[in-house]
């Protein structure tokens, strides 16, 4: 158990619509991170954030969208769902940001777009 | 971006040691190199990670070469749980974290 939780474990929906994912980093942990996993394409990094603040962005569509909030947990949104969207979302937390610090994994969310 | 290089794929017998090897010849100075490892059906977990000289954890070790351009992750005595997709992968300031293909292990009892 890496103290990272992810809700929900499993959702499924329908094209066109809009979901919400939530993680809660590990006690102390200030970054969050988010991953998207597909078959065909891998684990991408999408969103990085610190303490409430964007820090980096990677592959993210411009349809997704995240938040850090004060009390440090994070969501990320999902809108206007393709059945390309299917994929495990993974939230990661680290203590701080740069290039020493690891990165703590959730569970992860399997999202089905039907 | 910093990128690595691995085999796709890897086989060993329990309870023998198993060399993961990973090329990042694009590597900088300051580019720390880290290593997780994903089970099936779970998240990334971290399994070690340096900087210029080997290092070594309950988990595994670390084998960095001297020019920084390849390294290679050791299990000393592989088992069945340790049957995972190893990623090798460059940490620079910027905060991205590109997993790339991975070697996925499989261990043989």
């Known amino acids: 158990d890496s103290g990272v939780t992810q809700t929900p474990k499993h959702l499924i929906t329908a094209t066109g619509q809009r979901v919400t994912l939530r993680c809660s980093p590990r006690?102390?942990?200030?970054?969050v991170y988010w991953y998207q996993q597909s078959l065909d394409q891998g684990l991408q990094f999408l969103i990085q954030?610190?303490?409430?603040?964007?820090?980096a962005k990677g592959n993210i569509l411009e349809r997704f969208s995240a938040q850090q909030f004060p009390d440090l947990h994070s969501e990320l949104n999902l809108s206007s769902l393709e059945l390309g969207d299917s994929a495990l979302y993974f939230c990661?937390?680290?203590?701080?940001?740069?290039?020493?610090?690891?990165?703590?994994f959730g569970p992860g969310t399997r999202l089905t777009v039907l | 971006d910093a990128k690595t290089t691995q085999p796709n794929s890897m086989e060993s017998n329990e309870e023998e040691p198993v060399h993961l090897p990973c090329n990042h010849s694009t590597i900088s100075g300051t580019d720390y190199i880290h290593w997780y490892r994903q089970l099936p059906s779970q998240g990334p977990e971290y399994v070690i990670h340096g900087l210029t000289s080997n290092v070594n954890n309950r988990m595994a070790s670390l084998a960095i070469a001297e020019d920084r351009k390849s390294s290679t992750l050791i299990l000393h005595r592989a088992t069945l749980r340790d049957a995972a997709v190893y990623y090798c992968?460059?940490?620079?300031?910027?905060?991205?974290?590109?997993f790339g293909s991975g070697t996925k292990l499989n261990v043989k009892p």
């Open positions: 992968i460059l940490r620079d300031n910027f905060n991205k974290f590109y």
């Open positions: 954030y610190y303490n409430g603040e964007e820090r």
């Open positions: 006690s102390g942990d200030l970054s």
């Open positions: 990661a937390s680290s203590v701080a940001v740069g290039r020493l610090h690891t990165q703590y």
